[in-house]
């Protein structure tokens, strides 16, 4: 007759297979999220510089003047330029972090830049069900208000229209 397993034992090894599975799962998770930023990251700038570009249009046509003028640099970054007040905003992309950095002159001295996050994250219970999304705080963004918020702050007006 074998040895007999303490309960205690076969829950202590139980819980600490649970605990390698799921670091083992993290890693993966993280392994496969950023390798999908890593991929997309330039799709994701070039739509988010597209929506920039896109609120420009919008803007100067509501108003009926070239409010704000839209300009890709030697450097790919991309140039707001507010005539009015002139002061410029701008909308940079970091390949390598995989971030989009928004300097904005039109924002208060101790605001600081906007820093947003290419990041991968899984969609469904499937494994490989993914996408990407931009993140500001570990939070998604919806990219057309944080958009026309800059916008709003770049001509001079307060981030988010008054009641």
């Known amino acids: 007759m074998g040895p007999t397993m303490d309960d205690n034992t076969k829950q202590a090894a139980q819980e600490y297979l649970a605990g390698k599975l799921t670091e083992d799962e993290r890693i993966y998770e993280a392994q496969q999220n950023r390798?999908?930023?890593v991929a997309r990251g330039l799709q994701v700038w070039k739509s988010f510089r597209d929506s920039i570009m896109e609120k420009c249009r919008e803007w100067n046509t509501i108003t009926q003047e070239e409010t704000l003028s839209c300009k890709e640099t030697p450097l790919g970054d991309l140039r707001i330029w507010c005539a009015a007040r002139s002061k410029q905003m701008i909308a940079h992309?970091?390949?390598q972090k995989l971030l989009i950095v928004i300097k904005?002159?039109?924002r208060l001295e101790h605001e600081k830049d906007v820093i947003l996050l290419i990041r991968g994250y899984r969609k469904s219970f499937d494994r490989e069900d993914r996408d990407v999304r931009l993140e500001r705080n570990d939070e998604p963004i919806n990219p057309g208000m944080l958009i026309v918020g800059e916008l709003r702050v770049l001509t001079g007006m307060s981030r988010q229209r008054t009641p």
């Open 104 to 106: 904005n002159a039109g």
């Open 93 to 95: 992309y970091d390949s």
């Open 35 to 37: 390798a999908i930023a």
